[in-house]
């Protein structure tokens, strides 16, 4: 069946490292999205991408970053700037707008 | 801007009782709207999605929702509720042009009494 894997479902890390969420889609689906997710704020866009090679900010970028080097697959680290990144990570693909999205299961980090 | 906002953070009903939980958006056209479901630890399911025509959209596991214009509203309803529909409920747009980012309301928190 086709959808999204999201790998680690639970990822610790210590303050100061940096830290890689893979996210890979059988749906051939050309749009892929990272969100996070905080209790009581809903989902927020981290960053998004409609194409191979090519990605845009969302709305809170500063201390993440990603690659499109492929159609499947669309990694997200977060960096040791991001200051507070304890937060459940989900991943999305889309192709057609009327259709919403496809998520993953998700990725719990906690920094320890 | 777009935004969506969902007024209720958390609602209590009783299995068998009828469920109405509230969506309202910020658009200027008419948009592409969502409901989708999260049990604890996971990700999202789709229920029910609108982009055009009939404005009372089915979905799946019972659910319904109403798309109205005039007020701007995409509430989600289901007649009788299953103590398995305790989990969070977040409805969401988008442009129905351009790149396709989707907007979150806040969710909604159901519980279900036995």
């Known amino acids: 069946d086709g959808g999204i894997t999201q790998s680690p479902k639970y990822l610790f890390r210590k303050e100061g490292q940096n830290v890689t969420l893979s996210c890979e889609q059988n749906?051939?689906?050309?749009?892929m999205y990272w969100y996070r997710q905080d209790p009581g704020q809903g989902l927020r866009l981290i960053y998004y991408?409609?194409?191979?090679?090519?990605?845009q900010k969302g709305d809170i970028a500063e201390g993440y970053s990603v690659s499109r080097e492929k159609k499947e697959s669309f990694p997200l680290t977060v960096t040791s700037a991001q200051k507070n990144p304890t937060a459940f990570y989900l991943c999305a693909s889309n192709q057609d707008p009327r259709h919403g999205y496809t998520f993953g299961s998700g990725t719990r980090l906690t920094v320890v | 801007a777009q935004s969506v906002t969902q007024p209720d953070i958390h609602i209590t009903v009783s299995e068998g009782a009828s469920l109405e939980l509230r969506c309202n958006y910020s658009y200027g056209a008419t948009p592409y709207l969502f409901w989708y479901v999260q049990s604890p630890g996971q990700g999202l399911q789709l229920l029910l999605k609108?982009?055009?025509?009939?404005?009372l959209v089915q979905g799946i596991k019972g659910f319904e929702a109403e798309f109205k214009r005039s007020q701007s509203s995409f509430n989600l309803r289901k007649p009788s509720v299953h103590w398995s529909d305790a989990a969070e409920y977040f409805c969401?747009?988008?442009?129905?042009?351009?790149?396709?980012?989707?907007?979150f309301g806040a969710g909604t928190r159901l519980a279900v009494h036995p």
């Open positions: 991408s409609q194409i191979v090679n090519d990605f």
């Open positions: 969401a747009v988008s442009a129905s042009g351009g790149y396709n980012k989707l907007i």
């Open positions: 749906l051939n689906h050309d749009a």
């Open positions: 609108y982009f055009s025509g009939d404005t």
